[in-house]
């Protein structure tokens, strides 16, 4: 015997009906890795966090994201990294500036060639993290260094995420046009339901007709 | 004019986007990953949506208003190809349909926002976009299950085989090919399928999945003058069961 | 949509006496100045472990919420409908993934939710394991349920925590859709033909009920929901949830001429509060612990959609994947 739903895609499905066994526990990594989320509101916006997805890969990632945190709002950009890529200073409190709490040591030797780093800040609890910006860095501890130089004064700040560029999938110039519709797909809006008319005229037909 | 044959290619572009975003819409809650999930049910929404403009426009030309024409005609007289009306089967089957499917999409609707016809134009040139995406979406997914386990392989490999003679009838040519081909509406059938093949091909090539030759294949035809698999008359009285209560009634 | 009525583990309170007092003191002060609290700040552990399990259930809320409307979605009727119902079910999904997220960066694992969601040990909101029998019904359940749901999630959003606090502002955006679509649904049945009144008048009847049970039975108040309240974990009591949402939505339901059926329902005016019959607190225990018409079905559907996606995930899996926890 097989479950029959009131839902004609579940009864389709033939699931058994009646006691099953437990579950076996799904083992780690079943549902992948984490990629945190950013989107470009409009051009002149900065990068804001919007949230994790769980993907295999950035690729994959991207286009979970696309759908997850930009299918219901305006977006001209998208940018995700693997959380694992992610750096991240301690938390201070609201009003504080973090920069002023790191003791960030004068890396010894510069080695290696500066690359790109992407700098984001928080500036109260609760509220998201935004890009401050773009700094040359050969570390991470040296990224958070010129971070602070550049734009580390206008506080308060109380959180920031260190990423190199190059662990950031980035959307293309050419990817804007797949946004382009998502404001006018009305019908997810609340704005596209009214009904005040409806029921005034119900009301109305209701007060015109006499009691039975 | 050249109305009959405007209407026949835009009935058959709007069933076909109905029906599979109908089908799409079904795995709504039931996809392998909740984030797929999200991204399947937003394809299957633009799919009903795309659906929608064309059966507009069918409308502006006179025919019944959307709603009556997708809700209450028979199998038969749907112009869908049989790749749409196919249960869904496992994700395997879904994602090897929308891969072909939206490839071959993609091409209309370039070809489409270059049409003579301005509002065909207007509406694939604001549409396309989204396809963009979808077909972002099926390459990816391709690509990736494509070259991993070899449960995944063997899966796509067959529902991909079993799938191929019902896309090659997509291309099923109408009535009307020449005359729209004429007129610079539509460049017809045969030339989507061309260019339809290369890319699906190249694809296909960044995997560890086979082509087979598609000459040697049969496609599976009808669909587009109202011959249909035992699947889509079903699949049309669910859609209608609530509407059919009282269709003249506002839900 | 979510409803209240957590769960909340009676804990001993003697775990709290085993913390470092003065990081308690800290912890207490930033919530007490408006503060939130990230991930990465020190916690006590009941504060930790009481929010995954509010969070958690909601999350769970949500997977499981999308079924009874679920059941509707390839029957909407008119396209207007039938994109919809898509969107709103779609986003119930897109809910559970935001807060799985959020419970995910207090140590719990997506993972051990779905089993545990699976396998009963976890709970969800009741009022899903009742059918969605008629169209009627799933648009009683956009409306009313995710009315009750917003009631809920507003207050919660003004809590302590951060990634929940996130999760929920955008959740609430988002619900505002689902309200006005149930609402624009709901009225049109209610103006329309003699039929469609009479679908949903017994829609209505049927979900009223679970409805009153959804806030759950009233808060005992105890040491422990005071320092739970103190913490702004719970933010509100089940019976002012369930008030505020009688004030909002009956007169609404009224103006509809539909009947809720409950003849004790009234606002008293001297009060100023709404007087009803007691909800059955016995019926909503035996099918929380299960014994509900749908529970059995909807967790098959939901472990029938995690096995036949595990060849999909088992196949991208990337050797060398690590997971880290969600940053916020």
């Known amino acids: ?212 | 004019m050249n109305e009959q044959a405007i209407k026949d290619l835009l009935y058959k572009l709007a069933d076909d986007l109905l029906i599979l975003g109908h089908r799409n819409s079904e795995w709504t809650g039931f996809g392998p990953i909740l984030e797929e999930d999200i991204a399947f049910s937003s394809m299957a929404q633009d799919k009903i949506g795309h659906s929608l403009a064309f059966y507009t426009l069918l409308h502006e030309l006179g025919e019944a208003d959307p709603d009556t024409v997708a809700f209450t005609r028979n199998a038969n007289q749907f112009h869908n190809s049989q790749l749409v009306e196919l249960p869904n089967g496992e994700y395997d089957f879904s994602l090897i349909r929308h891969f072909l499917y939206d490839n071959a999409e993609i091409i209309r609707f370039e070809m489409l926002s270059q049409s003579s016809y301005e509002p065909i134009a207007k509406v694939a040139t604001k549409l396309k976009g989204e396809v963009k995406y979808h077909v972002l979406h099926a390459n990816t997914w391709i690509r990736n299950l494509g070259s991993s386990t070899e449960e995944a392989i063997a899966r796509l490999q067959t529902s991909l085989n079993e799938a191929l003679p019902y896309a090659l009838g997509m291309f099923e040519p109408s009535a009307y090919e020449q005359d729209l081909i004429d007129a610079s509406i539509y460049r017809g059938e045969e030339a989507v399928k061309a260019a339809w093949q290369q890319r699906i091909r190249a694809v296909l090539e960044k995997t560890e999945l086979q082509l087979p030759d598609l000459e040697s294949i049969t496609p599976i035809t009808g669909g587009r003058t109202g011959s249909h698999t035992h699947h889509l008359q079903p699949l049309l009285d669910e859609m209608a069961e609530v509407f059919k209560i009282d269709p003249a009634a506002e839900w | 949509m979510y409803g209240g009525g957590n769960i909340f583990e009676a804990t001993k309170l003697d775990d709290l006496q085993a913390e470092d007092p003065a990081k308690m003191a800290e912890f207490e002060a930033r919530i007490a100045r408006g503060e939130k609290i990230e991930p990465n700040d020190w916690m006590p552990a009941l504060y930790r472990k009481q929010l995954i399990r509010m969070i958690e259930q909601h999350a769970h809320s949500e997977i499981i919420g999308s079924l009874p409307e679920g059941t509707w979605i390839t029957r909407a009727p008119g396209f207007r409908r039938k994109m919809a119902q898509m969107a709103k079910v779609q986003d119930e999904v897109g809910h559970a993934q935001l807060l799985y997220s959020a419970a995910e960066t207090l140590g719990k694992s997506r993972e051990q939710m779905l089993t545990d969601l699976i396998n009963g040990k976890s709970k969800y909101s009741n009022v899903f394991n009742y059918p969605a029998l008629t169209w009627a019904d799933s648009n009683v359940i956009s409306w009313l349920i995710d009315a009750g749901a917003i009631v809920n999630q507003m207050a919660n959003a003004r809590g302590s925590y951060g990634p929940y606090s996130r999760a929920l502002e955008r959740i609430c955006a988002e619900e505002a859709f689902h309200l006005k679509y149930g609402h624009d649904a709901v009225v049109h049945l209610a103006t329309g033909s003699p039929k469609q009144r009479e679908m949903i008048q017994a829609a209505l009847s049927r979900w009223w009920p679970p409805i009153m049970t959804f806030f759950g039975p009233s808060d005992k108040m105890s040491t422990h929901t005071e320092t739970l309240m103190r913490w702004k974990v719970k933010m509100a009591t089940n019976d002012d949830c369930r008030q505020q949402f009688l004030d909002m939505y009956v007169p609404k339901i009224w103006e509809l001429g539909l009947t809720v059926p409950d003849p004790n329902l009234k606002k008293n005016a001297e009060t100023g509060k709404w007087e009803f019959t007691e909800p059955d607190w016995e019926e909503f225990k035996r099918v929380i612990n299960g014994d509900g018409p749908c529970n059995a079905e909807r967790l098959a559907v939901r472990r029938s959609a995690e096995e036949r996606g595990a060849w999909v995930r088992k196949a991208l899996l990337h050797p060398k994947a690590k997971y880290v926890k969600p940053l916020a």
């Not at chain 1, 966090?49 to 696309?66: Q, T």
């Not at chain 1, 935004?130 to 971070?147: F, I, L, N």
């Not at chain 1, 308060?156 to 190059?166: A, E, F, H, L, T």
Request: aromatic content about 10%.
């Open chain 1, 1 to 212: 015997m097989s479950l029959t739903s009131l839902d004609p895609r579940v009864t389709r499905l033939n699931l058994p009906d009646g006691e099953v066994p437990l579950m076996a526990p799904k083992p780690a990594l079943d549902q992948f890795e984490t990629y945190e989320v950013f989107h470009q509101k409009k051009e002149s916006a900065a990068y804001t966090y919007v949230g994790p997805v769980h993907a295999p890969n950035e690729d994959v990632a991207f286009l979970f994201a696309k759908e997850q945190y930009s299918r219901r709002a305006a977006c001209v950009g998208l940018w995700v990294a693997r959380t694992a890529h992610i750096q991240v200073t301690p938390y201070v409190g609201d009003g504080e500036n973090v920069y002023d709490t790191l003791r960030l040591e004068t890396p010894t030797e510069q080695s290696g060639q500066p690359e790109p780093y992407e700098i984001f800040h928080l500036k109260k609890r609760g509220k998201a993290h935004t890009h401050a910006g773009r700094v040359m860095a050969t570390s991470y501890q040296g990224a958070v260094q010129e971070a602070k130089k550049a734009f580390g004064e206008k506080g308060p700040i109380v959180n920031v995420w260190v990423v190199r560029s190059g662990h950031v999938l980035q959307s293309a110039e050419e990817d804007k046009d797949m946004w382009l519709t998502v404001p006018e797909k009305k019908y997810r809006e609340a704005t596209a339901y009214k009904v005040m008319d409806k029921i005034t005229k119900f009301k109305e037909q209701q007060t015109n007709t006499p009691a039975q």
